[in-house]
């Protein structure tokens, strides 16, 4: 009888507990889903990779499922997507290991499987505001990949998009939305701050505050580039730098007090005549000798991550020895 009837109070209160108030502007989660696709599309325009093509589609029926369902609970579905959200950080975790040089798109893609999986449950303001969040860190690490002004116009329609959010998220915490609904008063009047001419304003005010700021803002030498956006898997434990740590080990030249280890006939010598070894590239160097005769096999020295073609300079030999060039600074 006492199990019986603590069963049926647990299960009363369960069934008389409030589902929390819901967000029913319609406007505002279009907006928000806004965010996120301009989100997802950034980083598919900075990293080079097609997500979006399963990533938007997903999301934006996620979202309006969400919206017919928002009055229930949900609760085998929100089971499913902690399980969901699990693996995918599972995933993130092995992803990081073997991308330790790069972990921004590892971020970047963990933040689009859990908006993914977070689309089918947003029956709340605060849900929407997970969304806008998301959609903020994917614009910044798109921001950090790109290297072309084609982050520009993006940037550009996410400030568009998230005006009118902020807008209406402040007015859904107030009330006014719901208030305004009941006297029927037009959303976008002019003396709203909706109205077309005043979101220009503001919009044209912010920008023209962030570029000031950018423009006014000093360019430290510590601001600026100090290596290149290569993959560098190589392990350096094992490599035999010089003792400043500013010589180029070439194996095959000739260090001072030990042999290369070049196996082409004179390939390891940095003077005189010989032939060249197909194994060993020949432009990393402190000298480059001219002498050497033969033909060089295409090898992959680096990868660089660009958005647009470019001639990348490795070095640059200023001192003509006779024999070849060096690099005498």
Same mark, same amino acid.
């Given at each position: 009888?006492?199990?019986?009837?603590?069963?049926?109070?647990?299960?009363?209160?369960?069934?008389?507990?409030?589902?929390?108030?819901?967000e029913?502007?319609? %406007?505002?989660?279009? %907006?928000?889903?806004?965010?996120?696709?301009?989100?997802?599309?950034?980083?598919?325009?900075?990293?080079?990779?097609q997500?979006?093509?399963?990533?938007?589609?997903?999301?934006?029926?996620?979202?309006?499922?969400?919206?017919?369902?928002?009055?229930?609970?949900?609760?085998?579905?929100?089971?499913? %997507?902690?399980?969901?959200?699990?693996?995918?950080?599972?995933?993130?975790?092995?992803?990081? #290991?073997?991308?330790?040089?790069?972990t921004? #798109?590892?971020l970047?893609?963990?933040?689009?499987?859990?908006?993914?999986?977070?689309?089918?449950?947003?029956?709340?303001?605060?849900?929407?505001?997970?969304?806008?969040?998301?959609?903020?860190?994917l614009?910044?690490v798109?921001?950090?990949?790109?290297?072309?002004?084609?982050?520009?116009?993006?940037?550009?329609?996410? /400030?568009?998009? =998230?005006?009118?959010?902020?807008?209406?998220?402040?007015?859904?915490?107030?009330?006014?939305?719901?208030?305004?609904?009941?006297?029927?008063?037009?959303? #976008?009047?002019?003396?709203?701050?909706?109205?077309?001419?005043? /979101?220009?304003?503001?919009?044209?005010?912010?920008?023209?505050?962030?570029?000031?700021?950018?423009?006014?803002?000093?360019?430290?030498?510590?601001?600026?580039?100090?290596? #290149?956006?290569?993959?560098?898997?190589?392990?350096?434990?094992?490599?035999?730098?010089?003792?400043?740590?500013?010589?180029?080990?070439?194996?095959?030249?000739?260090?001072?007090?030990?042999?290369?280890?070049?196996?082409g006939?004179?390939?390891?010598?940095t003077t005189?005549?010989?032939?060249?070894?197909?194994?060993?590239?020949?432009?990393?160097?402190?000298?480059?000798?001219?002498?050497?005769?033969?033909?060089?096999?295409?090898?992959?020295?680096?990868?660089?991550r660009?958005?647009?073609?470019?001639?990348?300079?490795v070095? =640059?030999?200023?001192?003509?020895?006779?024999?070849g060039?060096?690099?005498s600074?």
């Amino acid at each position: 009888m006492i199990k019986e009837r603590f069963e049926t109070i647990a299960k009363g209160n369960i069934a008389s507990r409030p589902i929390p108030s819901v967000e029913d502007s319609i %406007l505002l989660r279009l %907006l928000v889903q806004g965010l996120v696709v301009v989100g997802i599309i950034a980083v598919d325009v900075a990293a080079e990779t097609q997500m979006s093509f399963w990533a938007v589609p997903l999301s934006l029926a996620g979202a309006t499922w969400s919206w017919y369902r928002r009055r229930d609970r949900n609760v085998p579905v929100k089971f499913l %997507l902690a399980i969901g959200m699990l693996l995918a950080m599972g995933t993130f975790f092995g992803n990081l #290991f073997t991308q330790l040089n790069d972990t921004r #798109f590892v971020l970047a893609e963990l933040l689009i499987q859990l908006q993914v999986l977070h689309s089918f449950d947003l029956p709340r303001r605060k849900d929407l505001g997970y969304s806008m969040v998301i959609g903020l860190i994917l614009l910044g690490v798109a921001g950090t990949l790109s290297q072309t002004l084609a982050f520009a116009p993006l940037l550009l329609i996410f /400030l568009a998009i =998230a005006l009118p959010v902020l807008i209406l998220d402040y007015q859904s915490r107030l009330g006014i939305s719901r208030t305004r609904k009941r006297q029927k008063l037009p959303l #976008f009047s002019n003396s709203s701050p909706l109205s077309g001419r005043n /979101l220009s304003r503001f919009l044209l005010v912010i920008v023209g505050l962030g570029l000031g700021i950018f423009a006014l803002m000093p360019r430290f030498p510590g601001y600026q580039l100090q290596t #290149f956006p290569v993959s560098s898997p190589i392990e350096l434990g094992d490599q035999n730098f010089d003792s400043d740590n500013r010589g180029i080990v070439n194996p095959g030249y000739v260090r001072e007090g030990e042999e290369g280890s070049g196996t082409g006939i004179g390939g390891n010598r940095t003077t005189g005549p010989g032939e060249l070894d197909d194994t060993f590239y020949y432009g990393f160097g402190n000298q480059i000798n001219q002498n050497l005769r033969g033909e060089l096999k295409p090898k992959v020295v680096l990868r660089v991550r660009s958005q647009s073609p470019g001639f990348w300079r490795v070095q =640059a030999f200023d001192r003509y020895t006779g024999q070849g060039w060096e690099i005498s600074r």
